[in-house]
């Protein structure tokens, strides 16, 4: 008799369809956040993610962040699982799934940066060069065995990194992504001044934000490995961005004189990325302290980018890169003490852990930083990155892609007394 799904099976797909979900709900999230003749854009260069990743890590991606061997601890065998032959067994092939969701969603976040300026076409090729030299070789490094795992050369010397989710293998790793490629292309025309700028569709952004909240429940729980771990990760991932929230609007309030719509979208998506790295290994408590801390520091960081003249369009720096690195570091704090940690500063483990996460951290963003400058700089000195000034100034959607998102027809709305 047919015994069906085991519930181990049916928890994975459960998560990865969750996961999935993820990069629609970024693509919405993004959609609004943009301009209306650059929503459509938004939407495509999400969407168009999902198609490439997938085909990416089924064929190479996924043995390059998990085969033996790796030249350097980074790169992986890509032919060691070339199609995912059914060989390898059920737990392989979910694993694939599993892991080609994150993959997906951690290239959708770079685009957010390079908003109403980019060529569609080079993005398409950005994103297979970028999974393949930048995401792999890092989601190795630390979750395959690599340098920053325990019996990594980096993880031998200066002691193994905490990311249950992602701080580093997505969160910084896109973020200085995000950086490096909104400094290539440059700022758009008007920013800072042009008011058209402005986010177009704040409920669009909001059902974005909700979404991506649903979808980081599969993200943060699905690789879970027993029941307490999977409810102290559950309440984490809800309390973290609460408090985030919480923050950030109250940083709002002090700072504008009024809370935003915006503000608790962005700090729902900041607490969020901020908890991933940390929703195994900390408490309640810590969890809440995290969110508090980057609900204040992500929205104060959004004002940056005015300052310092980069035009990270949609925020990638400050509600990833920010919010990434402080949820990575606060492990050095306030990590539990368990089997394979001496916990953190709070719990009596000393700097060890801190060390650790520094490390890591540091070794993120450089390498990020260094493979995206290579692959952003040849893109856009031969085929070209950004669109042409006209194309930009009146609207990516119709230049791109010859639609846009609002068709409203002859219909006239007349004001009445």
């Known amino acids: ?9 049916v928890w994975t797909i459960t998560a990865t369809a969750l996961i999935i979900l993820m990069t629609p709900a970024l693509a919405f999230f993004y959609a609004g956040m943009t301009r209306v003749k650059s929503s459509l854009n938004m939407l495509m260069m999400s969407v168009v993610s999902m198609g490439i990743v997938a085909v990416v890590w089924t064929l190479w991606g996924s043995s390059m962040a998990s085969s033996d061997g790796a030249l350097f601890e980074l ?3 890509p032919a060691a699982d070339f199609g995912a032959a059914a060989s390898k067994g059920t737990d392989a092939l979910l694993g694939i799934s599993f892991n080609a969701a994150f993959a997906i969603v951690t290239v959708a976040i770079i685009s957010g ?5 980019a060529k569609f076409g080079a993005w398409c090729l950005f994103v297979p060069l970028w999974v393949t030299f930048a995401y792999a ?4 490094a630390v979750w395959g065995g690599g340098l920053l795992s325990a019996e990594g050369a980096i993880g031998q010397w200066a002691g193994e990194a905490l990311d249950f989710a992602g ?3 997505i969160h910084m790793n896109a973020g200085m992504a995000a950086l490096v490629l909104a400094l290539i292309l440059g700022v758009r025309h008007g920013f800072g001044k042009d008011p058209e700028q402005r986010p177009h569709n704040l409920p669009l952004v909001m059902l974005g934000a909700a979404l991506l909240w649903v979808g980081w429940f599969g993200f943060n729980v699905g690789a879970a490995s027993n029941d307490v771990q999977a409810a102290t990760i559950l309440l984490n991932t809800l ?3 609460a408090a985030a929230m919480l923050s950030w609007l109250l940083t709002e309030k002090i700072r504008d004189g009024r809370p935003t719509t915006f503000g608790a979208a962005s700090a729902i998506v900041a607490g969020l990325v901020a908890i991933s790295p940390a929703c195994a290994d900390v408490d309640a408590i810590g969890a809440v302290l995290i969110g508090l801390t980057t609900g204040v520091a992500s929205a104060l960081a959004i004002g940056l980018k005015f300052k310092l003249n980069y035009d990270d369009s949609l925020d990638v720096v400050s509600v990833h890169l920010v919010s990434g690195f402080i949820g990575t570091i606060a492990l050095g704090f306030l990590a539990l003490p368990s089997e394979g940690s001496a916990g953190g500063l709070f719990y009596g483990g ?3 852990q801190l060390w650790a996460q520094v490390v890591s951290t540091v070794f993120a963003l450089a390498y990020s930083a260094a493979v995206t400058a290579i692959l952003g700089l040849a893109i856009h000195r031969t085929i070209g990155f950004r669109v042409e000034e006209t194309a930009e100034r009146d609207g990516i959607d119709e230049h791109q892609h010859a639609e846009s998102a609002y068709h409203f027809g002859s219909l006239q709305i007349t004001a009445r007394r």
């Open 350 to 352: 000393g700097p060890g």
């Open 75 to 77: 790169f992986g065998n």
């Open 113 to 117: 940066s390079i908003a109403d300026r």
């Open 1 to 9: 008799m047919d015994e069906g799904l085991s519930a181990g099976a």
């Open 137 to 140: 070789p890092m989601a190795y």
């Open 239 to 241: 309390v973290c961005p």
């Open 167 to 169: 701080g580093t293998v």
